[in-house]
């Protein structure tokens, strides 16, 4: 098989997974916010951002660390290595975890006093706060356990089981939180604590037997051999993509974060249930290319294939922001009707959230791109670099925006965020694969998605139901869209009847 049949095969699988995913992890929102109060769903995020914060520094960077090295030495054909990485990266990071799991139990109460509970929305009932604390800090545990797992499957780019994992995931929190809510009438903040702390416990069973039954049968036969030259390879290279990733998690959760400080739970109710929930749903795009090319990139670099690898690259970018684009423009455009669609009137204050980090998510899948792609050719320092630029813009922005801005700060601030790494990532991505952006073809791509804001427009004006506004708009904006970027030759035809072929 070809690599461009690989990276379509993959993308597409990991595309069709995920685009069945999102419909339920949006579901889960919506069931939180119609059967749970909102500040005890403010609570469950910011007790769960601070937990992902906290995650960064349970993995070391051995999770990717897995992802590079289990493709190189396959390639090699050195099996005790693919299996003394596995274990020497699973012990370590469970056992540093566990430690994490540990200082967080013995410190909860001044966490819940001080940080969680600093806006006083929760005085008298702090043991509550504690409790749920202690039992997201266990379940993280488990969540660590399972990333081995997941990322060793991701390293032997096993893409068909892989795909799979984060839509089983959100289909067990769902069913959990569905059978808490309406079988043993549980609507509180309890129902996604349990939901979020029980589903990795079940999938570490389910992926483990699927990895040594279906991937490396060989695992109890290879020889497992420790040796200080492979622990040293793994964390020199996992060591500095783990600090790049605490500042990817700064970016993902430091809203969240001075959100619960500056502006209470309701607000983080808001962001993190319903803004960020619905713009995350453009951003599987991003995520099933990005499944793909991280481990990929890897093997054409060793391979010596560098020219094809920035040609490919290339394409991709401008597939996705063609993809990508429009969705954006969309969601930008009915955010109101959204919320009072899928949620309720309680959550309307999310709605210029919404329409901010709509924009945003352009940038975000062009960076999934470019990092995965530097992480993968071995430039994750300079990843580490961008991501901590990025990182510390979004703090400081977002303390001096979110006292007297709220969500509508936040928004702004990770949006900035987004558009300044890009501009860094892409310039020097350009230095390493001879890649380039294809300006013109972006252009008239903007240019279209834009012009073909006014059919819908007049259609949304003659349209009182918010259903038809909705269905009949995106049908009548995506099918402008969708001429013009045929008529224009941005993708000719027969391009996506190779890629739908080839894809499925």
Known sequence: MSYKERVLKGVSWNFLLLLAAAPIGYFVRILYSNEIPKLDVGLFYAVFDFCCMIAIFKNLGLNAALVRFIPKYLHEKRLDLVKSSIICAGVLQTTVSLIMTLLIILLSSFIATY??????????QLDLVICVLIILSIGYWFQSIMDVV??????????????????VKIFMVLIISFILIHVFDVRTVFTPICAYTLAPILMIFIYTYIFIKKIFPEFFIEKFSFSKKLTKDLFSYGLPLMMGSAGALVLNYIDGICLTYFAGLNAVADYRNVAMPTVS????????????????????????????????????????????????????????????????TQYLPAADAIRILSLGTIFFTLNSIGFNVLNGIGKSLLSTKIIYFGAIFNLIFNILLIPKFGIVGASATTVLGYLLM?????????????????????????????????????VTKIINNIILQLSVGMAVYLGVYALGIILFKIIEIEKLKEMFRIGI
């Not at 890649?435 to 804001?453: A, D, E, H, P, R």
Request: aromatic share 20%.
């Open 150 to 167: 997941a990322n060793s499957i991701w390293g032997f780019q096993n893409q068909k089981y892989y795909g799979t994992i984060n839509f």
């Open 115 to 124: 940080y969680i509970n600093n806006q006083g929305q929760f005085t008298g």
């Open 281 to 344: 749903i453009l951003r599987y795009f991003a995520t099933a290319v990005g499944a793909v090319l991280f481990p990929m990139s890897s093997e054409l670099w060793e391979m010596g294939h560098g020219g094809i690898l920035g040609k490919s690259v290339e394409k991709i970018c401008l597939y996705s922001f063609v993809a990508v684009f429009p969705i954006t423009v969309l969601t930008a455009y009915f955010p109101e009707v959204i919320v009072n669609l899928f949620f309720n």
């Open 422 to 458: 890009w501009i860094l990532q892409a310039r020097y991505l350009g230095d390493f694969i001879n890649y380039s952006n294809m300006l013109k073809k972006w252009l008239i791509t903007t240019l279209l998605g834009v012009f073909s804001l006014i059919p819908l427009i007049f």
